[in-house]
C-alpha cells in the first residue's frame, strides 16, 4: 500500500507542473499580424486582406478586387504558438484561416476550406508597408 500511494504521489507531483505548464501557454498571448496584405501575381493583385486586432478581438476582411465583394468576420480564435501563429475565423461552415510566422512578419498564408473540408483557397500574401491609409480599413 505504501508503494501505492508513493507512486500516486510521484505520478502527481510530475502532472501538476506539466498540467500548469500547458495551461500557463494555452492563455498566453500569441502576436497578431495587424495590417493589410496583397497577392501580388504576375503584375496582378486579387486580395486585399486587412487584419486588425481591437478589444481582444481579431478582425478580417478581405475584399476580391476582381469581383469587388467583401468579406468582413470578427471573433476570430487563435491557435499555434510563438513560432507560428494561426487565427481561424468562420462564417457558414467555410473556415478562414491566417497563417504567420512572426520571424517572417510580412507574409501570412491565407486558406479557406469548405463545408467539406476542402482547402478552396491557398495563397500567400505580402504585407503592405506603413499604417493603415484608409480611415474606414479597419471597419468592417
Partial sequence: MKTRSGSLALILSLAVPLWTSLQTQ?????????GEYFNPQNGEVRWHLTLWEEKNKYFYKNTDLQSEKKICLTNGTASGNKNRSVFTWRNKGYKYQIAWRPQDPDVVRLQVINPSGK???NELLKRQPGEFEDPNATKC
Fill in 26 to 34: 494555452a492563455f498566453a498571448k500569441l502576436p497578431f499580424p495587424d
Fill in 119 to 121: 482547402t478552396i483557397l
